[in-house]
């Protein structure tokens, strides 16, 4: 089965800064792939995906991530962060040829101090 | 809107004691999940069901047992609960799994 890794687990910042958030995974066939966030008390939104295509997704709120094939990586940006985005975040996959076994990395707690 | 919801949002419970923890989609969605999310683990599946009374092991079945009796609804259940199994649960539905709506968590504290 395929397999997520967040590298890391607490990342804080100040407003503006720049932010990139790693994942890598572990599958030998066709993946899709999904960041999600969970802001403080919330559920789980879908943040982006990427199926097929341009492997630069964007998606809500300004967040970005590239799918790197070579070296199984799809990581999340955002050039500016902001205060709001204090969030847990997660990355995600699912096989192409089994849809249906979603495995999702341990998260990226983010803190932005204002 | 898809809403997937979770009757509990909060429960403690003894060790010992069975719990049902239910979720309901209103989306007649085929494909329904649940997963354990731990700080430091990221979120964990369960099980998941493709189909009224099917149902495959996700990574952590033991424990757990589910029930999906009709489309709408799927069940998960701890037989005989215990403090390790203290956790937030996370129920999910999906048509086309590459899209999948989460309900808001059940949090469980075993004591």
């Known amino acids: 089965a395929q397999s997520v890794s967040q590298h890391n687990h607490h990342v804080i910042l100040s407003e503006a800064a720049s932010l990139e958030l790693g994942c890598n995974y572990s599958?030998?066939?066709?993946?899709?792939l999904f960041w999600y966030v969970q802001y403080p008390g919330q559920h789980l939104q879908l943040l982006l995906k990427?199926?097929?295509?341009?492997?630069l997704v964007k998606g809500i709120k300004g967040f970005e991530a590239e799918f790197i094939k070579s070296k199984f990586s799809f990581n999340l940006r955002k050039p500016s962060v902001q205060w709001s985005d204090t969030a847990e975040y997660f990355c995600?996959?699912?096989?192409?040829?089994?849809?249906?076994?979603?495995?999702f990395g341990a998260g990226t707690r983010l803190t932005v101090k204002p | 809107d898809v809403k997937v919801t979770q009757s509990s949002r909060y429960l403690v419970k003894r060790t010992g004691e069975k719990v049902f923890l239910e979720c309901v989609q209103d989306?007649?969605?085929?494909?329904m999940f649940w997963y354990r999310q731990d700080p430091g683990l990221g979120l964990r599946l369960i099980y998941f069901?493709?189909?009224?009374?099917?149902?495959e092991k996700g990574d952590i079945p033991e424990g757990y047992s589910v029930s999906r009796e009709k489309k709408e609804r799927f069940s998960l259940i701890l037989e005989s609960a215990s403090t390790n199994q203290t956790s937030m649960y996370l129920c999910?539905?999906?048509?086309?799994?590459?899209?999948?709506?989460f309900g808001e968590g059940s949090w469980l504290t075993v004591v």
């Open positions: 989306m007649d969605h085929e494909n």
């Open positions: 995600a996959v699912n096989a192409r040829n089994n849809n249906n076994d979603m495995r």
């Open positions: 999910a539905s999906s048509l086309d799994p590459r899209t999948i709506y």
């Open positions: 599958y030998g066939g066709t993946v899709n």
């Open positions: 990427y199926f097929s295509g341009d492997p």
């Open positions: 069901s493709y189909d009224v009374k099917m149902k």
